[in-house]
């Protein structure tokens, strides 16, 4: 027979009520080694790939590669000895710099298996950043070293002399900075053809490093009493994430407003207004200390720096991977059950679990099974 609708009811609701308390939370962060004492991990992509630069002297070819989970791709190189990975998108495409046959560093483009030569192609001196679209930011190969967009095949160079970019966004909006007289390097956004100084915090500098798809902008800047502060910029106010810190620097934004960077030596991550300390997201007895974060994606997977606890012997980059709370053990489900059971037994329906019902919930049915008995099962 069907319970009754007060029952049901009963039942629905306490579940709404112990739903959210079983929904996966983030508690920690476990971690990985993505490279050693002489190489280093940089640009994560959405998909937790994220590009290894070799730089052991005693090996004849130091190329960059794209780490996939358990696999990898070398990218190669354009015809030199070297190559270093800068930027990397979702589709597993890479920007970055190579030697090439004359052992001219020239920046690249890795898309599809082949590596394109943007210097000679385009005159771009530096690539450092490319988003799903396939723009590049960078800098330009003249003597006046300018940041520039490259979109579509045709190269935008919108900076001063001795401008260059940090990092664009999904829309190709970029942040970087440039020399400006009497007030050193200077943060800045370019979007929709405009380029905007970003404030300064008094000091001789201000860098933008990361931007994100709503224009966020993380960075850090020298203080009128020399020291550094990290920053997040809102398009309009520029919070400051360490206002009593003496060196504090935010490296990178995602599209959840979360910033990583480093304060003190120390890791941290910047989410829903709170700052927190990277180490204490970690295993306890694990012998590591995060002195940096650097990158982070949609996924809130983040790249570190990390060292030893006693922060003497420094190991390369981590990967830290969000770690959901376990949901808890049904004790609110089994208490549901109970009582529908008990409410079922008072209004008369025989359910066969009457048969063994349990001493602690003993309630006798009105019309009971044959040989039913409240407390132990018949033998």
Known sequence: MLMPRWISGLVAAMLGVLSPLAAAALTGYSYQYTSGKYSYATALNDLGHYAVNNRDTTVPYQIGTILKGTTYEDVGTLGGFESEIRGL????????????????????????????????????????????????????????????????????????????????????????KYIAPGQGDRAFVYSDGKRTDLP??????????????????SGFGVTGEGRVHAWLYHGKAMSDLTPSATDGRAYDINNLDEVVGTVGNRAFLYADGEMIDLNTLIDPHADLLLTSAFDINDHEQILADSCDRTGVFCYGTVLLSPVPAVAEPPIGLMLVAALGLMGACRMGYRLRPCEYWVRAWCVPCRRPPARARCGRPPR
């Open 200 to 217: 300064s915090f008094g000091g001789s500098g201000t860098y933008g490093t990361g931007i994100n798809d709503a224009g966020s902008v």
């Open 89 to 176: 998108n979702n589709k597993d495409e890479a920007v970055g710099q190579s030697t090439t046959s004359s052992n001219l560093g020239h920046a690249f483009l890795y898309s599809g298996g082949r590596m394109q030569d943007l210097t000679t192609a385009h005159g771009i001196g530096v690539a450092v950043a490319i988003n799903d679209r396939g723009d590049v930011g960078g800098q330009s190969g003249d003597d006046n070293s300018r940041a520039l967009l490259l979109r579509n095949g045709s190269v935008d160079i919108f900076g001063p002399p001795s401008s260059s970019v940090a990092d664009i966004n999904g829309k190709g909006d970029a942040v970087g």
